[in-house]
């Protein structure tokens, strides 16, 4: 099924993200970049992954199949949806911003 494939690519990216994400921090600056790349690529891949399939919506991941139990899965491809979209909001671009005097961008001139 293609959202396992997603669910799984997903996981992929996740697990390398982690893996370089100690040296994201660190003071050398090849594992700076390196880490730098992987997230940057992560996001162009996930603006794809929206743009193709549009916005997860909970009734669209936490999918389960007939033959699954009724309780939560609690690892694997369904887990990871069921729990990025839990964590994930779709952007409210009509929200105010802050006025407060450090958050307030200077007029443009």
């Known amino acids: 099924m293609a959202d396992d494939a997603i669910a799984q690519e997903m996981i992929d ?5 982690r893996r370089l994400q100690p040296g994201a921090h660190s003071g050398d600056f090849t594992a700076q970049l390196a880490h730098r790349k992987v997230t940057v690529r992560n996001g162009d891949r996930l ?27 609690s690892r694997g491809p369904a887990k990871t949806r ?10 409210d671009w009509t929200r105010s911003r802050s006025t407060s005097p450090n958050t307030r961008r200077p007029d443009p001139p």
């Open 47 to 73: 603006t794809e992954i929206i743009a193709e399939h549009g916005w997860p919506a909970r009734r669209s991941t936490a999918r389960r199949s007939p033959a699954s139990s009724t309780a939560p899965p």
């Open 13 to 17: 990216m996740t697990d390398e993200d």
């Open 82 to 91: 069921s729990g990025w979209i839990s964590g994930v909001r779709k952007p």
